[in-house]
């Protein structure tokens, strides 16, 4: 067992409890929060033969934490949202049951044709992906549908009926049933459904209709297969889950954490599977978000910095960006997901030479086991955790409370063997230097989500999370030209954290073609009218009253002719016209040339998908203010020598232990702030100060960065 | 700045810089474009330029773009020297001003900070129409530079920010499709305009003496790490042989010659001895030659070097003018980014086949199988057109991996999209029937060539022009080491009213009424290594699943399976086969001789047609 709890509640009072539960490769992570505001945070190994093991331990730790037996305090918990990695490590590991895909007829191999797209073009010995169903279970249904839903060639049963005696024989677990253009008419797929289960008994039968209601068949037959592939996965897990907490006493229904960033009772998660890939990172834009809100900064960027990879992730407006381009083990997603954008760069990626004599880090990573030279066990190869250990800015002593014993000699010399010899640098210049890479690939990944997309990220707070992001993100946001960054007091346990405040989503589209310069949009007007019942009834039956629903209208646009679109806002309205039409031809038109350099105002606007998102809002929680610091002069814990990349230098620096700060607290750098989870690095000029809510802000002394800079390509030398 | 004193760690920022800008010119240009050409297929390319101009960056670009950009870059220098201000945008698509090929329109803008020209940034992006004689800006039936379409020589699209609305009118009013031509220039120009905003973001952010002595640096890791490579290669000269089906008229399996030199640190390529320029429009220029015969050896190279001047400068070109692979005005070379191209490119793997064997891929499909469609959709009366991507060849297997599907061909190396089937259907009056595996289709090795597809595609609204401009139906891609070839594939009309069939060769031009079936089975890769040494395993699964038949599994794979539908494999037989398969003896390259597709012979049926050549057929009306 491993743990820690901070500002435990006293059980006995009467209240209720949030609680979020995030699985990772390593921990379990848990975030309690009483309707007073109190927050528990906890950290279970995590029991990865069996993942319902480390929750129901975890639980009964954090209840004995409230003094309160786990029935008692599952009896009381009004939201349990939990993050699982059952989908994803099923892909991931390719673990998951045998499943068979029934196709149109002469279509069977879109899944093995992709988009025709062969990356890396210099790479000739690049291996082809593969997929999730083997050819021999890929079969053609004799039918065909026009894309107007005519009917061009009936359904042929009997080469449905024979098909499924193929995947009896073969024993399949589960069928997608993906036919070309059933998002106009479904009743091909639909009778072919019902056929197999006849056929097939207790096998899952899933329509690509009803997973992926979209024009383009490659994604919605992957959304489809992907589905069926982790269905009777997290089929099975989940309801152990539910059956399990039910029986402990959980009065309100388990909900899980959806791709999209919002979460849904175990039966919608069940009817649409491939929600779950990606369930627990999802939750760190919902925590962003909160913090947007409690801080009223509508636009952030949130950097989730763990072991092996960054995540991250842009807020605009509240929001978090979406994407409908997320893959998974090179298989297209298809349905919105939050667009968080992944590199490999983590505490554990491996700084090296290439044979040209460029220092490169990651993105391979020494990952827990051996992990980093300083962990002793048996890793040689320099990573980012030893710079950070040979620069003085991680302290052996204090890594994870002192329960991991970092040995700062293997750090240095691992750095002065793999990267100091062979680029004659001396060990400062060489850990710093795998600093300062590893922090331009972060800029590069935070660029790739914001200017490349014609966001301009200056105006933006950085939010940091994960255990590393605190060494990391001042210098980042110095970097990118960011004033503010915030390190939540829940970093720790930040997608857990996220958990607890995000609301239910569900995502609906319909596919309509349609054209801004016709006159009526009846067909549309329905659509959206049917798409938004359907979604009001689904968020009345989890107990949503109409003042907590918001509904949400949006459209794939492009302008005539073109071929890709992009997804903007649609006001309201029972009927549109060509009122709304200007409308959204004006909004269209300021977004292409934002993300484009030009707009061609004038030209109509064509229409693909119609999208309906219905929102069920969790009723907003509150935290603690703890009590302010009494305005005695800080003293630090002690001093040591830290190098910091903005004067390239070790300084003699102040180091503060997280704990013996309060609310209304300023420290200036250079500094170190640290705690048994997390460390937080404040540089020479910037300002950290401890926030009612118990997060740290700091402000960063971006007018100096450009002179730090340009003091940085003279004076730092390679060989000097 | 010598080398000595350059910090590593900068060096490593600013190359991540440049390669994320040109990766957002990129985005841009691939998001925003008008037609399929390139916001599907991709054909197009944006790179920085320094202002001499030597190649800094590319990104996950066209190579036959971006190993010859230089030369159309020089010339457009040369044609305005003293004449190169801020504000400017330059174009050209002429090849015979050292650019690729009339259908690939350079756009270039200087990026000037402080008043000094430091970079150029550039996207050559493939329009969908140049206004030619037939409705495709690639065509083998085109026999002048006046049938392949508007020629444009190096001139000023904006002039000191001014944008020139009359040579834009000239310009989209020589071409089709006027809206989607217009969109797609537009698309380009954003693309160039975000690779020079960010660029001077860049020198304001670090200062311009840094960055250009960094840009510098680049081009000398880049140069050290090349010369590494190619002096690794030992010495010598090495010799290849490759055929180009035909001319498009009346010439057929015209040779390509390539000696390849290696000498130190420096590659030569000697094209002497190809065959006469072509009368259709299959010519190469020289940019597209230089081009493709420098690609295979930037393939042969680490892919993580960062591929630019220092690279491209190890490797020089010779091509007699007045042959295939380098045209005399005014021949056409309207499809020179893909015949010879193509069978340049392969001819150099080939040659050097013995000498790098672990690196050398089999030859790959040569674009038989992408036709242009066009037609006017009966219902609406409006003119349509597609370059077709879906039925596209496989490439050759390498060492350690079989073929990807659906490459289209060896220049544009899989870097391009093909159109959903929805899609397809949704813009135009066609239906698509089929785009499945073609079992047997692909050459057999240790590592198999990607499978061929079956495409069929029938005109619902109206008749539809087909035009195709590949190459490799009946030479088809090699084996090599061992490895067997892909078959060659090739195209028919079926005729709904009485079942007959219209092959066609690999350069055509035939209309396909309305409710008849174009179908197309593309060749596969070649094979690489000798096929009884791939994994038994392997095998087994690839007859299971219809790739391999059982026939080719027991005659070549030497691999002997149970006739169940998840076959199982007879160890110990196919030990003692594959021991008699090992004395005989296979060839380094495969064929050796022209004319070797057979795919045509073992397809025709009595009663079935062969149109060589034709030039605008109806098919029905053929007889």
Redesign the interface.
Known sequence: MTGRKEDAVDGSSPGTFRVGIDIGGTFTDFTVIGDDGSVSLWKQATTSDDPSRAIAEGLEWVAAGLRLKTPEFLERVSLLVHGTTAGTNAVIQRNGPKVGLLATE?????L??R??????????????PGGFV???LRLGAVE?I??DGEV?TPLDEASVRAAAE?FR??GVRAVAVAF??S?VNPAHERRAAEILREELGDVDVLCSSDILPE????ERTSSTVLSAYILPVIKAYMRKVEDHLSGLGLAHPLLIMQINGGCASVDEVLRRPVNAVHSGPAAAPAAAAWYARELGEDDLITVDMGGTSLDVCVIVGGQAGMSRKLQVESQPIGVPGVDVHSIGAGGGSIAWV???????VGPRSAGATPGPAAYGAGGTEPTVTDAHVALGRLAPEAFLGGQRKLHDDRSRDAVERAVGEP?G?DLIAAA??IL??VN??MV?AV??VS??RGIDPRGFTLVCGGGAGGLHAASLARAIGMKRVLIPREAGTFCAFGMTVTDVRHDHSRAL?AVSSDERFEEVDAAFAEMEAEARERLEASGFGPDQIEIQRSVDAR?V????E?TIPVPPAEAYGPTQMREIEERFNAE?RR????A?EG?PIEFLHWRVTGVGRIPETRQPAPARGDGRALVPAGTRGVWFEEVDAVVETAVHWMEALSPGDRISGPAIVQSSTTTIAVNPGDVLSVLDNGSYAIDVDIESA?AA??T??TT????R | MSA??????????L???FN?IV??MT??L???????IL??N?DFSCAIYDAEPRQLCMY????SHTASLQLVLREIARTFEGDIHEGDVFACNSPYRWNSHVGDLVTVAPVFVDGRHLFWSVTKGHQMDTGATVPSSVSAVVQNVWQEGLHIPPLKLYDRGVKRDDVFDLYLSNVRYR??SE?DL??Q??SV??GRERLVELVR???AD?VTSYAEQMLA??D??MS?EIAAVPDGEYLGEGWVDTDGYDAFDIPIKVKVTVDGEQVRIDLDGSGAQARGGVNGSYATTQAAASIPF??YI????P?NDGCLRHIECYAPEGTIVNARFPAATSAATIVPSDAIQDTVNKAMAAALPSRV?AGGARCGNTPQLAGVDARTGEPWGVML??G?GG?GG?????G?????SIGA??????Q????L??LYPI?I?????ETDSMGFGAFNG?PG?RC?VRPIAGEMECITFGDNYANPPHGVLGGTPGIGGGMYVEQAADGSRAFFTATAHVVVREGDLLVGVSTGGGGYGNPIERDAERVR?DV????VSRTAARALFGVVLSDD??PVLDAEATAALRAELAAVERPLVDPQEPGAATWLEETRREGDRYLVNPKGVVVGDDD
Request: aromatic content about 10%; charged content about 25%; cysteine-free.
């Open positions: 002469g279509f069977r191999d879109i093995y044709f988009d025709a797209f062969k990356p890396e073009r210099f790479n000739i010995h690049l291996e082809h083997e050819r021999n065909r026009a894309p061009v193929t024989a073969e070309l253009w998002v024009v383009g068949e490659w290439d044979n040209g004599g460029a220092l490169r680029l640098l710093g230097g300062r890479v331009a690939n590069g660029r790739a200017v490349e073609h302008y002719g073109q071929v890709h992009i292409h993300h484009f350099t030009y061609r030209l450009a800079q340009l940085t390509t730092t030398g390679a060989n | 000595t004193q350059t910090d590593p760690v900068l060096f490593s920022v190359l991540g810089r994320s990766n957002e985005l841009t691939e998001y925003s474009a008008w037609t399929s916001a599907l991709r996950d670009a066209l190579p809206e989607h969109g537009l698309a120009l954003g305009e975000k952010e670090f200062g840094v890791y880049s050290r790490r590494e930037m393939q680490d892919p993580d070097i591929h891929p991507f879906n596209t490439a390498t060492e350690g991996a079989d990807w599907p659906l490459v289209e190396a899989g870097g391009v999209k093909a959903p089937v929805e899609q259907e949704l239906r029937e089929r785009m499945e595996i990607g597809v069929e699964r299971r699943d219809g790739l539908p998840d």
